[in-house]
């Protein structure tokens, strides 16, 4: 096998980039039974794809013309890539990208035994039949050429990565957020619950009105039908919509906690059995969750909706990707997607 110059190695990990972006959008387009593009990348490529194919190529040089070992430390060397690969992005973004939790012989649902397995014959593949043609194709490049191509294509990979981690850590933040706020609504509920049974208030009539696990189920059927009445509308379109409406929703609670807890304060003065100085805990621990309900509803006001697209798109590209850690959330994010 031909030792290659820096510059024809970078040249390689693009060109099976972009093989490994084909592949992937044709198969899950397939199943999907609509066009997906694939990846965490704008461009069309699979980093993942580019480096599993450099480093068999690496490994294999030596021991090309035995095949058994073509395929063993072919699938050693891919079977370690993709698991820390899996690892690391889940540990940086707090979304696994792939997922084989399901299949046998799985270690942390990073590999498995079937894909090892299915690496090994590739590399056999690519080692005797994909990359002969392809390597002959590339020592027909003028060396004049390979440097300058090889950094443009770097640096235009180099900016692609940079957006794609910006919108992973968006999608990570907003799942962060989204999740804490959740709870955050249901504790300022919670509590605001227990301060309107202070001030002898409708309880039951409160409870319906602030009760976050109704309002978000009526949010995903209200999604639903506005799916089917603008099926045609843009997705952007559809998408600051739903997100609006999300918003109005978690705002709407907010009020109705906010305006329970004010009542409670202007009823505390009638409670019975309430000294002075109990009194005025009572009115510091309201006035405290009243300015945290005021700041929460700022919050939620100033989230740009700019964020979802770049989030969501994420989503689109990965259609098996799951976030075991935000399950509600990724449900939600998830039904946004789906509304196409």
Known sequence: MHVYTSGQWVLLFFFYCFCGWVWECCYVSARQRHWVNRGFLHGPLLPIYGTGAVIILLVTIPVEDDLRLVYLFGMVAATVLEYVTG????????????????????????????SSIAWGFFSILMVRFIHPPIARLLLRV??????????????????????????????????????????????????????????????????ERTEVEKRLLQQR???????????????????????????AAKLDVLETVAEALITCRKHLDSLPNMTPEKLEIRRVELDEIIRHVQERQAVIRSRPANAYHRSLRILRANPSATAKEFQEVWETLRNLVEQK
């Open 87 to 114: 690892a690391v992005m889940e540990r940086l973004f707090r979304v696994r990208y792939w997922d084989y939790s399901n299949q046998k012989w799985n270690l942390n649902g990073y590999i498995c035994l079937s």
């Open 221 to 247: 059927i209200d999604m639903e039908l506005k799916e089917q009445r603008q099926a045609r509308a843009e997705r952007k379109a559809q998408v600051e919509a739903m997100v609006q409406r999300r918003t």
């Open 142 to 207: 003028p060396a004049w050429c390979v440097d300058p191509l090889a950094l443009a294509l770097t640096a235009s990979f180099t900016v692609d990565v940079v957006r794609s981690v910006q919108a992973a850590l968006d999608l990570r933040e907003i799942l962060t957020k989204l999740a804490e706020e959740n709870e955050a609504l249901r504790r300022l509920a919670k509590r605001a619950e227990v301060y309107a049974a202070f001030a002898n208030d409708d309880l039951q009539r409160f409870r």
